[in-house]
C-alpha cells in the first residue's frame, strides 16, 4: 500500500497563495489519475482537480483559472497551487493517486482561509 503524506496547508488570508503537497512512499510514475479533493465542513467530499499521466488537467469549476495542479516524478511529488483564494476554499485537502493495483488517499490536510 502507497502512503501520501500531504503537507503546506494552514491559515491563509483572502486572495492569498498556498501550495500543497502529496509526497509518496514509492514512484509515482505508474500513477495513471491524481487528483486533489476537498471536504469543507458539513459537506461531501469533491473533487478540485485532476492530472493524468499525460500532463492533462481539469478542474472544478470553482476553482478553475485560481489552482494549478502538477506533478514530479523524480520527487514522488503532487503538488496544488493555490491562488486567489476565498473563504470557500475552506476545508480539508486530501490527495488521491490511482494505478494499476488500486486508489490511494492521503491522511488529509487543513487549509483555513480567514482574516
Known amino acids: 500500500q502507497v502512503q501520501l503524506v500531504e503537507s503546506g496547508g494552514g491559515l491563509v488570508q483572502p486572495g492569498g497563495s498556498l501550495r500543497l503537497s502529496c509526497t509518496a512512499s514509492?514512484?509515482?510514475?505508474?500513477?495513471?489519475?491524481m487528483g486533489w479533493y476537498r471536504q469543507a465542513q458539513g459537506k461531501q467530499r469533491e473533487l478540485v482537480a485532476t492530472i493524468i499521466i499525460g500532463g492533462s488537467t481539469d478542474y472544478a469549476d470553482s476553482v478553475k483559472g485560481r489552482f494549478t495542479i502538477s506533478r514530479d516524478n523524480a520527487k514522488n511529488t503532487l503538488y496544488l497551487q493555490m491562488n486567489s483564494v476565498n473563504l470557500e476554499d475552506t476545508a480539508v485537502y486530501y490527495c488521491?493517486?490511482?494505478?494499476?493495483?488500486?486508489?490511494?488517499w492521503g491522511q488529509g490536510i487543513q487549509v483555513t482561509v480567514s482574516s
Open positions: 488521491n493517486m490511482r494505478g494499476p493495483v488500486g486508489s490511494n
Open positions: 514509492e514512484s509515482i510514475f505508474s500513477f495513471y489519475v
